[in-house]
C-alpha cells in the first residue's frame, strides 16, 4: 500500500469525539472521551493526531506522557482503513525527534505480543524489549511486552551536545 502523508497537529477539543471512536475499535478498554480531554490540561502530555491534509480528517492519534527526562507512549491508534500506510511512523517519528530534542533518557510503551506490525515499527525506530507485564491486557487476556529506546547524549570538545548513538 502507498505510504500516506498526513498532518500532525496537537490535540484539540474538536479531535475528542472522533479519538473516542478510535479507541472503541481499536482497544479493549478504550479511553472516554473525558479521559482524553483531561489530557488537554496535561502539562506533562503531549497528544498528537494524524490528519488527511485535505479533509482534515482523523487518521490515528498518539499521546504520550513526559515525567521529568522520561517519555511514555501512552497510545498510539490508527483507523483500520489507514493502518500500514505510514500513519503510526509519523505519529512515532514527532516523539522520537521531540525526545532527542528534549534529552530524554528514554521512550517506553506497552505492546501486546500479538500485535507483530506494532512492534516491528517500534523496532525499526531502535525499541528493544526490556521486560513484560504479565496478564496486562484482557479481552483477550494477554502480557504486554515493555518496548524500550534509551537516548544517549555525548559532549563534545567545544560542550555542543553531539547526535545521540
Known amino acids: ?12 477539543a474538536d479531535h ?3 479519538l473516542e ?7 479493549s478498554r478504550p479511553w472516554s472521551q473525558k479521559m482524553l480531554a483531561e ?6 502530555a503531549a497528544f498528537l493526531v494524524a490528519v488527511e491534509p ?9 499521546g504520550l506522557l513526559v515525567m521529568a527526562d522520561e517519555g511514555y507512549i501512552t497510545n498510539v491508534a490508527v483507523f483500520p482503513e489507514y493502518r500500514r500506510r505510514g500513519v503510526a511512523e509519523q505519529l512515532i517519528a514527532v516523539f522520537d ?13 506497552e505492546v501486546r505480543p500479538s500485535n507483530g506490525p506494532a512492534i516491528a515499527l517500534y523496532r525499526s525506530f ?7 507485564r504479565r496478564n496486562y491486557y484482557d479481552l483477550p487476556r494477554e502480557d504486554a511486552l515493555i518496548l524500550t ?7 563534545d570538545s567545544h560542550g555542543d551536545p553531539a547526535a545521540d548513538r
Open 1 to 12: 500500500m502507498e505510504k500516506m502523508q498526513v498532518n500532525v497537529v496537537p490535540m484539540t
Open 16 to 18: 475528542l469525539e472522533e
Open 21 to 27: 471512536r478510535l479507541e472503541r475499535i481499536c482497544f
Open 39 to 44: 489530557e488537554l490540561d496535561n502539562q506533562c
Open 54 to 62: 485535505a479533509t482534515e480528517k482523523v487518521v490515528g492519534y498518539a
Open 97 to 109: 525527534r521531540f525526545a532527542r530534542g528534549s534529552r530524554l533518557a528514554f521512550l517506553t510503551l
Open 126 to 132: 531502535g525499541f528493544e524489549e526490556a521486560g513484560r
Open 149 to 155: 529506546k534509551n537516548y544517549t547524549y555525548e559532549e
